[in-house]
């Protein structure tokens, strides 16, 4: 850059650096726009909290979600989530769950772990990375419209139009077969039970459906795509806030020791750790670090050996 100070006959040389110059730095946060998609709430009625990192916030439209985003949809909540590929997650009543993963420029699938609640897919083209996963099953990938009703290991999954890629339970410990689902096909799983496929789905599935499932997903990206809302701050989380996640599979939860492990500095939070540490051992090492300190030599090991007793007939203290 300090050779045209030197060689430069004129402004001619030094206004073509300079314009190179800002060129790429005005190029530079567009180009980190197109490695992050957008991924935001883009609806929401009744209330919704959002865990992030080990803080408490109050959901709400417009705010952008991050890895590692928890969403809990009250009992009359219905949410939604769009993605910058057109995809449309809503989540109904009672919906919670971990965003795992987001998409990160052209790598990173989107993976949502979901425990309970009603969830409908939409506008899912082919190629879309996204994965729903739960205890009953996980939707390795989808095309058009799917719509799902999860409960622990209850789980069923009507698609609507397109189909529907998907992972049963494991059984006996073995992985489950893909199972591939068209329009109009309705797969159902309930613990302990074989998974059913049938042509329709049941009329109890149609009645959990919150109404707003029932029509298209509106479209509302364009409204919050330029503007980033910061959710209101409540409280540090509580043990019993987190609870469901601290007790996930073993792949879900431990990126979560090191989130909150400052948590553990709380006496009730710790004491609950310890209650629970059967459900997560991975913790062990954090509440009771002396039992992972290095072992100290023992001191009797390092002592010379005492002399042996002198035999019959010889003075002591000669060998």
Do not use: C
């Not at 490695?35 to 992030?52: F, H, I, K, N, S």
């Not at 330029?226 to 806030?241: C, F, G, H, I, T």
């Not at 006496?267 to 290095?294: G, M, Q």
Request: aromatic share 6%.
């Amino acid at each position: 850059m300090a050779a045209w100070l030197v060689w430069g006959k004129g402004n001619r040389l030094r206004f073509v650096l300079l314009r190179r110059l800002a060129l790429a730095i005005l190029a530079w946060p567009l180009a980190a726009a197109a490695a992050d998609p957008v991924t935001a709430v883009t609806l929401l009625e009744g209330p919704a909290t959002l865990v992030r990192g080990v803080t408490r916030f109050a959901l709400a439209e417009g705010v952008r979600l991050q890895s590692g985003d928890i969403i809990e949809v009250s009992d009359k909540g219905l949410a939604q989530i769009e993605f910058a590929d057109g995809v449309a997650l809503a989540l109904g009543p009672r919906t919670r769950t971990l965003a795992s993963s987001l998409p990160r420029g052209k790598q990173t699938a989107a993976q949502f772990y979901v425990t309970q609640g009603e969830l409908k897919l939409a506008g899912v083209k082919a190629g879309a990375r996204l994965r729903i996963v739960s205890p009953a099953f996980t939707l390795t990938g989808a095309e058009g419209i799917s719509v799902m009703v999860l409960d622990g290991a209850d789980g069923s999954l009507f698609v609507e139009s397109g189909e529907a890629r998907l992972l049963g339970p494991r059984a006996g410990g073995e992985a489950p077969a893909p199972l591939r689902l068209k329009s109009g096909e309705f797969y159902t799983v309930k613990s302990g039970q074989k998974a059913a496929l049938a042509s329709r789905p049941s009329p109890a599935f149609i009645g959990a459906l919150p109404k707003a499932f029932l029509d298209p997903l509106p479209p509302r990206m364009t409204r919050t795509k330029d503007r980033a809302v910061q959710p209101r701050r409540l409280d540090v989380v509580s043990y019993a806030e987190v609870e469901t996640w601290l007790k996930a599979p073993l792949d879900i939860r431990r990126p979560l020791l090191s989130r909150f492990q400052s948590r553990a500095t709380d006496p009730a939070f710790h004491a609950a750790l310890v209650a629970n540490l059967r459900f997560h051992p991975e913790w062990d090492p954090i509440l009771f670090p002396e039992k992972y300190l290095p072992k100290e030599p023992d001191a009797a090991a390092g002592a010379p050996a005492p002399a042996p007793a002198p035999t019959a007939g010889q003075p002591a203290g000669k060998r």
